[in-house]
Structure formats: structure tokens, C-alpha cells
């Protein structure tokens, strides 16, 4: 996605080989404009897939997901990390150990959003070795749900997250594919595995 791509050459900064930090317009700022494309495109690339719920996570998933079920005009649903006051019935839950942060967190749903039938789109806002939708694809299976794809605003490709997720069958796209990154220094990667 051409204008994603720009965005995160001209406000994007490469921390280390590993970290890109993108504050001012996905992950503290956000560019609202942007995130109104970034949905459009998404429901652009898992069209024809009858999508009945988007599938995220907090917090940073929350805006992508929004545009994108928006677009679709069908509820999100984001997945808790902290204990909430009130999500306390009918619990589902999965374990997303994050190698970044060095932390494994338990992620929660309530079983009553979702019913027979539901075909979730999983959005997240980056994808590095893939815990984070790996415990969301989780979540569907322990509430019936079936995956009708994995939608990612940037993807390190240089990790594993998705190539593992490809091969195991998912339709996973990723708006922005990053093949490299340098300190101070961005390359992309075709945005689909080619
Ligand atoms: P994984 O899900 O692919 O396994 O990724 P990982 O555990 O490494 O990611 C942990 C957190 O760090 C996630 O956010 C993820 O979005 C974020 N993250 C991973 N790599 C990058 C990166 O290069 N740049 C930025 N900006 N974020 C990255 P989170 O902890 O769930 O936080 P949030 O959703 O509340 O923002
Ligand atoms: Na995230
Ligand atoms: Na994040």
C-alpha cells in the first residue's frame, strides 16, 4: 500500500535492526485519514470472504480493526491483556508470549460476542514472529469461528511470523512488508510472499 509506504519512510524511524518505530501515526499519534485507507484496503484484499466479525487486539490493534470493520459494517472485537471490571463471564482465553518484550501475556474474549457460523478477520497492527495472531487464531478455534484471514498493517519479513502463518494455510496480508531494517534505514519487501 503505496501511501502506507511513504508514510513510513518519511515518519518512520528504524530504532535498532529489529524495531521500527512508527509513534507518530499508528502506534501513540494517530493518523485517522490513514487508518480510513488502511481499512478500506484491507476489506479490499479479503473480499468475497463474507466476513461477520474483525478479531484484535489492545491496544494498538484497535484502530486498524475499527476502519476495517467499519468498512465492513460488522462488529469488532478486540482482546483483552489486562483484566477487565466487567469482562468476567464466559471467558475465553490464550497465551501470547511476546520475544520482544520478554513477557507472556493471557489474552481474553467473551464467548457471547460470537456465534455460529462467524468467519473473523484477524487485524493486528504489526506482525513480528506472529504470538499475537497465533492467540487470536486460538481464539477462534475455541469459540467455533472460522479464520477468514489475517490482515496486518506492517510485517517484518525478516521475522517468522508470516511465513509460518502462510504455510499453515492462512490468507495473511500485510499492508507494508519491511525486508530489512538498518539503523536509520527502511527497505521493503514485495507485499506478497512472492
Ligand atoms: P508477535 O505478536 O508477532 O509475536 O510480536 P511481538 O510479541 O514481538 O510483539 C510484541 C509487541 O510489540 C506488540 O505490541 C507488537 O505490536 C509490538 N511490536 C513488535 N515489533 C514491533 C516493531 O518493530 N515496532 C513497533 N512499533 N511495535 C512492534 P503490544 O505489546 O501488543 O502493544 P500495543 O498493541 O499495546 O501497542
Ligand atoms: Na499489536
Ligand atoms: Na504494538
Wanted: charged letters at 30%; aromatic letters at 6%; one cysteine or more.
Amino acid at each position: 500500500m503505496q501511501l502506507l509506504k511513504d508514510k513510513i519512510l518519511s515518519e518512520g524511524q528504524a530504532l535498532s535492526e529489529d524495531i521500527l518505530k512508527v509513534d507518530s501515526f499508528l502506534n501513540h499519534q494517530m493518523d485517522p485519514m490513514l487508518m480510513k485507507e488502511i481499512g478500506k484496503e484491507f476489506v479490499k484484499r479479503f473480499e468475497k470472504k463474507e466476513i461477520t466479525k474483525v478479531l484484535t487486539i489492545e491496544s494498538s490493534g484497535i484502530g486498524p480493526g475499527l476502519m476495517a470493520a467499519l468498512e465492513l459494517e460488522v462488529p469488532l472485537i478486540f482482546a483483552r491483556k489486562r483484566k477487565s471490571l466487567t469482562l468476567t463471564n464466559d471467558l475465553v482465553t490464550a497465551s501470547v508470549h511476546s520475544f520482544t518484550k520478554k513477557e507472556t501475556n493471557t489474552i481474553t474474549v467473551s464467548n457471547k460476542y460470537f456465534e455460529a457460523g462467524d468467519k473473523v478477520l484477524i487485524i493486528d497492527d504489526f506482525l513480528a514472529v506472529g504470538q499475537a495472531a497465533r492467540g487470536l487464531v486460538e481464539i477462534c478455534k475455541q469459540v467455533g469461528a472460522e479464520v477468514a484471514g489475517i490482515g496486518i498493517v506492517i510485517e517484518k519479513a525478516f521475522q517468522s511470523g508470516g511465513k509460518d502463518l502462510r504455510e499453515q494455510g492462512f490468507q495473511v496480508e500485510s499492508l507494508a512488508r519491511i525486508a530489512e531494517l538498518k539503523f536509520g534505514e527502511i527497505t521493503f519487501a514485495e507485499e506478497k510472499e512472492g
